[in-house]
C-alpha cells in the first residue's frame, strides 16, 4: 500500500504509461497544465457566482459620466450612456458562464447517447446516428441557430442553452463513437456481451469509465464553444440584449460604435473574459490529452532530463 | 578534426576480430527513483561474420538494447552508461574504434544503414503508409550515396526485392497492399540495401505464421552467408537460434544471464532460466506459445525483487539468491553464466578435482 | 473511386436535409409560419411581403404538404427563394449573388493563409518538441479562445482608428466603382487586410496546434524511426515522413472546421461592415428576414458542402489507402 502511494504520487506519465496495478482514478488531476486550468476556470466560475452580488454599481443605470476611460471610480471607464463597464461585466458573467455550462452539459448528454449507441450497437443503428452526426458537424451553426433563435423569438436563457446544444453535439458524438467502437472490440467487453450481461451493465462498467477522459475534454471544449456562441448570438442583437452577459456587453459597445470613439475599456474586458476562460478550459484539455496520449508528452522536462550528447538517440 | 574524438585510439577490440563491441551499457526509462532499468549493465561482443542470438522473455530488454547499441533511443528512454564501439572492416588491428555513443550528428547519420542496419520488431507499422515500396527501398541509397542515378538505384532495388523473393511489380505497391510476410521481406531487403557490416535484427519473424517464418529465416540466413555481414538477432524463441546463431546470449530483466555458443548453450545450458526457456520451445514454433517452462511471471522491472532477480521463479534458488546479486563467471571457453547455484558448484568441483590449486577470484568475472 | 463515391452521397444527403430542415423549420412555428411573421411585424407587412413569405416558406394553402415539398423544391431549381424583406422588393438570390462573391473571396484567401502558415508552423514546432519551442502551445491556445469578431474590434481600435494605417469598414472606396480594374481591385485587396487578420491570426493558431499535435503523434510512429535509422536527411524525415503523414488528418478534418470557420467569417464582416454574407446576415437578422435568414443557411450550407468536397478530393490525392477498390 505504502509503495502504491508513493508510486502514485510521483510522475503521472510514468504511473499511466507503465500500467501500475491500479492507476489513480483521474491521474490528470495531477498535470500542472490541468491544475492551472481549473484555476483560470475557477476564477471565472466564482465570478459567474458572485459577480451579479459584488457590483460597485447597477450595470444598467446611466449616469452623466459617459465614455470615462478607466479610473479609481470606474476601474473599466463608462459607456456612452455613463454605465458601469466592470459591472456590466461582473454581472454579464453569470448569463455567460449559465448558458455555456447549461448547454454543454445538454449537449454533451446528446453527443453520449447518440456516441455510445452508434458505437456500441453498430450496424444499421450506427449507420444511421453516423450519419446524422456527420450532417450536424457539415451544416454552419451559426446560421442555423440565428435561424431557430429568430423563430423562436426571445425565448429565455434555457431555451438559448437548448438551441445551442441541439446544434453542437455533434462533434463529442463523434469522438464518443470512435472511442466507443474501439472499446466494444477489445476481450472483456466481447467476453461481458457473450455472456449475456445486460446492454446497461456493459455500457455503464465497461464503456463509460473507458470515455471518462473523452467526454472530459469534449464538454471542456462544448463549454468554450456554447459560450463563444452565446456571445456571439448577443453580438448580432439576438435574444434579450438588456439581459447583461459579455455578448451583450459587446453588442452595445458596437451599437454605439465604441470602436470609433476609442473607448477600447467597453468592448476589451468582455473580450478578454472570454479569451481567458477559452484558455484555462483549453490548457485542461491540452493537460488531459497529454496523460491519456502518452504521445504527445514531450515536456521541457524532459529534454532536459536527457541531457544531450549521448543520451537521446536521435538529436537532430 | 571531428574524427579525433569520436575515434578511440586506445580501444582496440578485445577479440581480434571483433565488429560491435558494447560493454557495461545501460539503459533507464524515467529518471530518479522510479527509473526502470530497462538494460542493467550489458557486455556483449559481435565478431566478424558471427549471428550472435539473443534470447529472453518479452520485457527482458532485448529491443532497449537494439536501440541503445544502434542510437535509436528515444526518450523517455536514455542511456545512463556505457560504451558502444564499432570497428569498420578491412583495416585490420590499426585501425581505432568508432566511439558510436559520442558520434556528432552528421556523422551519426552517416554511420547509420552504411555500416549498421535494423529490422525491427513491427513489421506492419515500420513502412511508411504513403510512400510506395520503390520509395523506402531507394531513399537510403539517396542519403548515402549522392552518386548513383536514379536508374542505378532503381535497379538496386529491384535487385533486392529478387534476393528477398518479391516479384519485382510490387516496386510500386503502398504498404497496405502488401501481406505481413511481404512487408517483413521488404524490411530485410531495404536493410540489405547498403550491405551492412552490422544487421541487427529485432523478432524480424515474430508476427508471422510458421510456415512465412521459417521461409524468411532460412532466406535470411542464406542471405547473411552471401553478404558476409554479422548479425544480431533478437527472438524470444531460443529453439530458434539454436537453429541459425553462433553464439547466444540469453538476457533476464536487463541483463545477460549467460551466454555460450549456441550448441553449449542448447545442449548443456547452465543458468536454471536458460533451461527453463529451451523446454519451452521443444522446436521451431508459433509466436504466442507460453512459457511451460517457466512458473510464474516476468518480473515488474520497476520493482525487482533483490538478490537475483530470477529467484522467485526458480526452482534451485537457495537463501543467498534472495540477497546476492549474481554476476557472470566464466564456466568454459567461452561459456559465462549469473548464477550463484552454479557458480557455488563450479567452486566445489575445481576445489575438488584440483585441490592443490586455490581458487580465489575466477577469471572472466565480469564487473557488475 | 468508391471512397469519393461514398462523400459524394453523403454530401448529397446533407444537402437534402439542410433544405428540408429550411423547408420544416418554420412550419414548427407555433400558429403557422405566416401568422407567426404577422404577429412579430404586428400586421404591417403588405401583400407582395405576405407573397414573398409564401415563396420563402413554401406554402400554398390549397395544397397538401408534400405537394407544398414539391413546389419549394421545384423554386429552389429555378433560384427562387422568395424576395427580401430588408431590400424588398429584390429577389433574395439576387442579395445573395451580390454578398457572396465578397465572403468566398475573403474567407478564401483567409484559409489558404492560414493552412499554409498554420501547416508550417505546426510542422515546425512538432519537429522540434520538447524544445523552448513549446512556450508557443499556451500562446496558441489563448488565441485559438478569442473569438474572432472581438480579434476584428481589437484590430480595427488598434489599425484603423488609432494607426489609421488601413480603413475601418467597407469592402472598397466609396468613390470607386466596381469594376476590374487596378484601382478598385487594390482597394479591395486594401480594405480586407484587416478582417482576413482578424480571422487569420485565430484560425492560424487552431491549425498550428491540430497540425503540432498530429505532427508529435506521427513522429512516435515505427516509421520515422525506420527513417532516422535509415540515415535519411533530416528535411526528409520531417517533410516525407513526418509531415506528409501528419497532414493526412487534418486534411480529412477540414470540414469539421469549416462550420467554425464560416461562422466565424459572418461576424467579423459585421464587424468591418464588410459588403457580405456577414453584413447581409446581420440586416436578415435585424429586419427578421426570414426568406433571406433561410436563403443564407441554404448558401453557407452548400458552400461548407462544396469545400468539403474539395478536401476530400486533395485527402484522396495524398493517402493511397483511399485509392482501394
Ligand atoms: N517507452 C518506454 N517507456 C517506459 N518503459 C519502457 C519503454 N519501452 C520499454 N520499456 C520497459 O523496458 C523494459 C524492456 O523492454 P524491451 O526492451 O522492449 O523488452 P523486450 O524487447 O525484451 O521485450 C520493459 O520492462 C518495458 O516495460
Ligand atoms: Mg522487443
Keep these: ?316 | ?368 | 473511386m468508391h471512397f469519393l463515391l461514398r462523400r459524394a452521397i453523403f454530401y448529397l444527403i446533407a444537402a437534402w436535409a439542410a433544405i428540408t430542415t429550411n423547408f420544416i423549420l418554420p412550419r414548427l412555428m407555433p400558429g403557422g409560419p405566416v401568422e407567426a411573421v404577422m404577429a412579430r411585424h404586428e400586421g404591417q407587412l403588405s401583400d407582395q411581403a405576405v407573397n414573398a413569405l409564401h415563396i420563402a416558406f413554401g406554402l400554398d394553402p390549397n395544397a397538401s404538404m408534400w405537394s407544398e415539398y414539391v413546389e419549394y423544391w421545384r423554386n429552389l431549381f429555378t433560384g427562387n427563394l422568395g424576395l427580401s424583406f430588408t431590400y424588398f422588393p429584390t429577389p433574395v438570390s439576387t442579395v445573395i449573388a451580390h454578398a457572396l462573391p465578397w465572403t468566398l473571396v475573403l474567407l478564401g484567401v483567409v484559409t489558404l493563409v492560414e493552412w499554409i502558415l498554420g501547416t508550417f508552423a505546426g510542422i515546425v514546432v512538432g519537429w522540434r518538441r520538447g524544445t523552448w519551442v513549446d512556450a508557443v502551445l499556451p500562446l496558441g491556445a489563448f488565441l485559438r479562445g478569442i473569438p474572432h469578431f472581438w480579434m476584428g474590434l481589437v484590430i480595427v481600435t488598434v489599425f484603423a482608428v488609432t494607426l489609421d494605417w488601413f480603413p475601418v469598414s467597407g469592402g472598397y472606396s466609396s468613390d470607386l466603382l466596381p469594376n476590374v480594374s487596378v484601382p478598385f481591385v487594390g482597394s479591395v485587396l486594401y480594405h480586407a487586410v484587416l478582417p482576413a487578420l482578424a480571422m487569420v491570426v485565430g484560425s492560424l493558431a487552431t491549425h498550428m496546434l491540430s497540425m503540432r499535435n498530429m505532427m508529435v503523434t506521427t513522429l512516435s510512429e515505427d516509421y520515422v524511426l525506420v527513417a532516422e535509422a535509415k540515415g535519411l536527411h533530416r528535411r526528409r524525415v520531417m517533410l516525407s515522413y513526418g509531415a506528409r503523414n501528419a497532414i493526412l488528418p487534418n486534411v480529412a478534418g477540414f470540414a469539421l472546421q469549416l462550420g467554425f470557420v464560416v461562422s466565424g467569417a459572418l461576424l467579423v464582416e459585421k464587424v468591418f461592415s464588410y459588403p457580405g454574407i456577414g453584413y447581409v446576415l446581420f440586416q436578415a437578422v435585424h429586419n427578421q428576414d426570414y426568406p433571406l435568414l433561410q436563403g443564407i443557411l441554404l448558401i453557407t450550407t452548400f458552400t461548407v458542402l462544396i469545400a468539403s468536397f474539395l478536401a476530400d478530393l486533395a485527402f484522396f490525392a495524398l493517402d493511397p489507402r483511399t485509392r482501394e477498390a
Excluded at chain 1, 477522459?213 to 448570438?233: K, M, P, Y
Excluded at chain 1, 467597453?266 to 497529454?290: K, M, R, T
Excluded at chain 1, 514531450?298 to 537521446?312: D, E, P
Excluded at chain 2, 554511420?111 to 520509395?135: D, G
Design chain 1, 1 to 316: 500500500m505504502a509503495a502504491e502511494v508513493t508510486v502514485t504520487s510521483s510522475d503521472v506519465g510514468l504511473v499511466s504509461q507503465g500500467g501500475a496495478r491500479r492507476r489513480p482514478r483521474a491521474p490528470w488531476l495531477r498535470s500542472p497544465k490541468v491544475v492551472a486550468g481549473l484555476g483560470v476556470a475557477g476564477f471565472f466560475i466564482l465570478m459567474g457566482v458572485f459577480g451579479p452580488l459584488i457590483v460597485p454599481a447597477d450595470p444598467s443605470a446611466t449616469s452623466a459620466a459617459v465614455l470615462q476611460p478607466p479610473s479609481l471610480e470606474h476601474l473599466l471607464g463608462t459607456t456612452a450612456t455613463g454605465e458601469d463597464v466592470l459591472s456590466q461585466v461582473l454581472a454579464g458573467a453569470r448569463l455567460s458562464l449559465v448558458v455555456g455550462f447549461t448547454a454543454a452539459v445538454v449537449g454533451e448528454a446528446i453527443a453520449i447517447l447518440v456516441g455510445i449507441t452508434a458505437g456500441y450497437l453498430g450496424g444499421l443503428a450506427d449507420e444511421v446516428l453516423s450519419l446524422v452526426t456527420n450532417v450536424f458537424l457539415v451544416i454552419p451553426v451559426l446560421p442555423l441557430q440565428i435561424l431557430i433563435v429568430t423563430y423562436l423569438g426571445d425565448g429565455g436563457w434555457l431555451l438559448l442553452a437548448l438551441v445551442i446544444a441541439l446544434t453542437t453535439w455533434s462533434h463529442g458524438a463523434r469522438r464518443l463513437r470512435a472511442q466507443t467502437l474501439s472499446i466494444r472490440q477489445r476481450d472483456y467487453v466481447q467476453a461481458a456481451r457473450a455472456a449475456g450481461e445486460p446492454t446497461w451493465r456493459t455500457v455503464g462498467f465497461e464503456i463509460l469509465p473507458n470515455v471518462s477522459a473523452i467526454v472530459i475534454t469534449s464538454f471542456v471544449f462544448h463549454v468554450t464553444s456554447a459560450i463563444v456562441v452565446q456571445t456571439g448570438l448577443a453580438f448580432l442583437g439576438l435574444g434579450n440584449v438588456s439581459d447583461w452577459s459579455w455578448g451583450s456587453v459587446l453588442y452595445w459597445s458596437d451599437n454605439s460604435n465604441a470602436f470609433l470613439l476609442g473607448a477600447w475599456w467597453w468592448f476589451v474586458p468582455p473580450g478578454l473574459c472570454l479569451a481567458f476562460l477559452g484558455s484555462g478550459l483549453a490548457l485542461i484539455n491540452l493537460g488531459i490529452d497529454e496523460v491519456i496520449n502518452p504521445r504527445l508528452r514531450t515536456g521541457l522536462k524532459a529534454a532536459r532530463l536527457f541531457g544531450r550528447a549521448r543520451a537521446v538517440g536521435n538529436e537532430h
Design chain 2, 1 to 368: 578534426m571531428s574524427t579525433d574524438w569520436t575515434a578511440r585510439p586506445s580501444a582496440t577490440p578485445a577479440d581480434a576480430d571483433a565488429v560491435l563491441e558494447i560493454r557495461g551499457l545501460r539503459v533507464d526509462y524515467g529518471a530518479g527513483a522510479h527509473a526502470i532499468h530497462a538494460v542493467n549493465g550489458v557486455d556483449l561482443t559481435l565478431h566478424r561474420g558471427e549471428v550472435l542470438g539473443v534470447a529472453g522473455e518479452s520485457g527482458s530488454g532485448k529491443s532497449t538494447l537494439a536501440y541503445a547499441a544502434s542510437r535509436l533511443l528515444r526518450p523517455p528512454g536514455r542511456t545512463v552508461a556505457g560504451e558502444v564501439t564499432y570497428y569498420p572492416a578491412g583495416a585490420g588491428r590499426q585501425e581505432p574504434g568508432i566511439d558510436v555513443l559520442a558520434l556528432p550528428p552528421e556523422r551519426l547519420r552517416k554511420f547509420r544503414w552504411t555500416e549498421l542496419s535494423v529490422v525491427f520488431q513491427a513489421a506492419m507499422s515500420s513502412l511508411n503508409p504513403v510512400l510506395n515500396v520503390a520509395t523506402q527501398l531507394t531513399d537510403a541509397l539517396e542519403a548515402h550515396r549522392p552518386g548513383m542515378t536514379r536508374r542505378q538505384c532503381l535497379a538496386r532495388a529491384r535487385e533486392l526485392l529478387e534476393l528477398v523473393n518479391i516479384d519485382v511489380a510490387r516496386l510500386s505497391a503502398y504498404p497496405h497492399q502488401l501481406s505481413g510476410g511481404q512487408r517483413q521481406r521488404i524490411m530485410i531487403a531495404m536493410a540489405l540495401v547498403l550491405e551492412p557490416e552490422v544487421i541487427i535484427m529485432d523478432e524480424p519473424t515474430t508476427s508471422l505464421d510458421v510456415v512465412v517464418q521459417r521461409e524468411i529465416l532460412a532466406r535470411v540466413m542464406e542471405l547473411r552467408a552471401r553478404l558476409d555481414c554479422s548479425v544480431i538477432f533478437i527472438t524470444h524463441d531460443l529453439s530458434l537460434l539454436a537453429e541459425i546463431a553462433d553464439t547466444i546470449a540469453v538476457m533476464y530483466a536487463g541483463k545477460v544471464v549467460e551466454i555460450a555458443p549456441a550448441e553449449v548453450l542448447c545442449q548443456t545450458p547452465s543458468h536454471p532460466y536458460s533451461a527453463g526457456l529451451l523446454s519451452s520451445f521443444p522446436s521451431l514454433h508459433g509466436p504466442h506459445r507460453t512459457l511451460v517452462g517457466i512458473p510464474g511471471l516476468p518480473p515488474d522491472p520497476r520493482a525487482l525483487p533483490a538478490g537475483c532477480p530470477f529467484h522467485p521463479r526458480c526452482g534451485e534458488a537457495v537463501a543467498a539468491c534472495s540477497r546476492d546479486v549474481p554476476a557472470l563467471f566464466a564456466l568454459g571457453q567461452r561459456h559465462q553464466a549469473a548464477c550463484l547455484v552454479r557458480e557455488a558448484a563450479a567452486h566445489a568441483e575445481l576445489n575438488a578435482t584440483d585441490s592443490r590449486q586455490a581458487s580465489p577470484s575466477l577469471p572472466g568475472r565480469a564487473e557488475r
